[in-house]
């Protein structure tokens, strides 16, 4: 399973970023490239603690077995709701998009570094988190949301 803390999946990650242009079309959904670029920064600073978004989601979600299940096997929905936190940034500038490419980069050092931590902050969906769950839904959330820009 790949996972944000392997090396060369973060690689994977900042390489494709860097073919999004403002003028990347969406094959789904509603956001803009930059949006979602920004949406995918916010879910990766709610890893590192750095944003805090408030429970929003079916008790069923935070089950263990079902956490899991999202997390490591099922696919990804089209469409699937998703925390008011990370959806409220974004315009449609090269030089914004630009600055989401460096902070994602960042974003996911900081990741990686607090790999070994003794705790990690709960998501808003799924409650308790261990690192391996950070790790594999960071990946599986920005490799969703670049397969939805085609990238």
Not at 16 to 21: E, F, G, Q
Not at 34 to 60: F, T, W, Y
């Amino acid at each position: 399973m790949k996972t944000a803390f392997d090396p060369a999946c973060r690689q994977e990650l900042v390489t494709r970023l860097a073919a999004l242009t403002p003028e990347t079309p969406a094959r789904w959904g509603k956001f803009t490239a930059l949006k979602m670029a920004s949406h995918v920064n916010d879910a990766v600073r709610m890893a590192i603690g750095e944003l805090d978004a408030p429970a929003k989601a079916p008790g069923i979600l935070r089950t263990a077995l079902v956490r899991w299940l999202v997390i490591h096997v099922m696919p990804f929905p089209k469409g699937a709701p998703t925390a008011p936190a990370v959806l409220e940034r974004g315009n449609t500038t090269q030089l914004a998009i630009d600055s989401e490419r460096a902070t994602f980069t960042a974003l996911l050092d900081k990741l990686a570094a607090r790999k070994g931590a003794a705790s990690w902050p709960d998501h808003p969906a799924f409650g308790p988190m261990t690192e391996h769950d950070w790790g594999v839904l960071a990946y599986r959330h920005a490799d969703h949301h670049f397969r939805q820009f085609g990238i």
